[in-house]
Every structure is written in structure tokens, then in C-alpha cells.
């Protein structure tokens, strides 16, 4: 087994009573914290892979009364320094390669530009032109384990975000949509 590390946030704020029937519903694995952006749930979880620890996080989650994971942390935008520390590269080297002029060009373009001009770019999107782009087995390993985690998380909260904006719907519609669910 394997311990995985990520981040749940929950529907709602938790009351003392919540947090302990959290722990004594299988969550003696995590922390709960509320803050600005909600109340989340800290797991440091054994499983075999980190789907498996996400699934079985999210059914002790809802096993008490009233509490929903709706969201994981999913650290998918990234800065030219990320993109760097994850690559074990400089920033420098993520520079040129983003200005096409080192290797063959087809950086990803940023996603966005926040209001103080510091460029943000899809880790995701990122990580596919890396592993295409080289190919020396350790640097391969290294992209390749932290996008598919990456990858694993951001669908995980897709789902999860999908579910809660069906839950919100008239029951016509969310019946209708759900069959979209089943078929993947």
C-alpha cells in the first residue's frame, strides 16, 4: 500500500459533533480545516492507487449525515516556476521553451494572464508537450508521475463537481443527465 496525499472540500462547514462522527466513520486519516474557501478534509490515506484512496475518502465522507465532498484540490494551473520544480528544470529552460526558442516550439499557450501580468499555463497541457517533447527515462518518470496524480485529481474533482451540479437540478433534468454519468 501506498500513502496518498489530497485535499476534499466538503458542502458545508462541519460542527464538532461532524468531525467526530468523521473520524469515527473512517476519516482518523485526515484533518479538517475550515477557512476562507470552505471546509476541507486533509487525507493522508493508504490504498493501492490514488483513485482508490479518493473513492474510498469520499464514501467515508458520506457516510455521516448531510456531508458531501463536492471538490479535490487540484493543483492544475501553473506558473513558469512550477512548471520548472516539477520538471526538475530551470525556470529559464521553461522560459525559452515557452518562447519557442529552445526545442522544436508548440509550447502550450497560458490559459491566462492574472491582473499583475504573471502568465498561467494547464499543468496538464504542459506535461503532454514535455513527454512528447523528451524523452531520458528519469525526466520521463518524473512528468509522467506527477501528471498523471495531476490527472487523477483534476478528474476526480470533475466528478465530483459534475455530481453536486446534478444534485441541484429539477429531478427531469438531473435523470436526464445522469445517463451521460452512467455512459462513461
Not at 516550439?105 to 517533447?133: H, N, R, S
Not at 483534476?154 to 465530483?160: D, F, G, K, N, P
Request: proline residues 4%; aromatic residues 6%.
Amino acid at each position: 500500500m501506498t500513502g496518498h496525499e489530497f485535499v476534499l472540500r466538503l458542502n458545508r462547514e462541519v460542527t464538532d459533533n461532524e468531525i467526530e462522527a468523521l473520524y469515527e466513520a473512517g476519516c482518523s486519516d485526515a484533518a479538517v480545516e475550515t477557512g476562507p474557501l470552505g471546509t476541507v478534509v486533509d487525507f493522508t490515506r493508504d490504498a493501492p492507487s490514488l483513485a482508490e484512496a479518493l473513492v474510498s475518502a469520499v464514501r467515508d465522507i458520506e457516510k455521516v449525515q448531510g456531508l458531501r465532498a463536492v471538490g479535490v484540490e487540484c493543483d492544475n494551473m501553473v506558473t513558469l516556476a512550477q512548471i520548472a520544480d516539477r520538471a526538475g528544470v530551470s525556470r529559464e529552460a521553461v522560459r525559452l521553451w515557452s518562447t519557442g526558442q529552445r526545442r522544436r516550439g508548440g509550447f502550450p499557450a497560458p490559459e491566462f494572464m492574472t491582473p499583475a501580468g504573471e502568465k498561467i499555463w494547464d499543468w496538464q497541457a504542459v506535461a503532454d508537450w514535455m513527454l512528447l517533447e523528451h524523452n531520458p527515462a528519469a525526466e520521463f518518470m518524473r512528468i509522467y508521475t506527477v501528471s498523471m496524480r495531476t490527472r487523477t485529481l483534476c478528474t476526480a474533482h470533475r466528478v465530483l463537481a459534475a455530481r453536486a451540479a446534478l444534485e441541484a437540478e429539477p429531478d427531469e433534468i438531473r435523470e436526464e443527465l445522469e445517463t451521460l454519468l452512467q455512459d462513461a
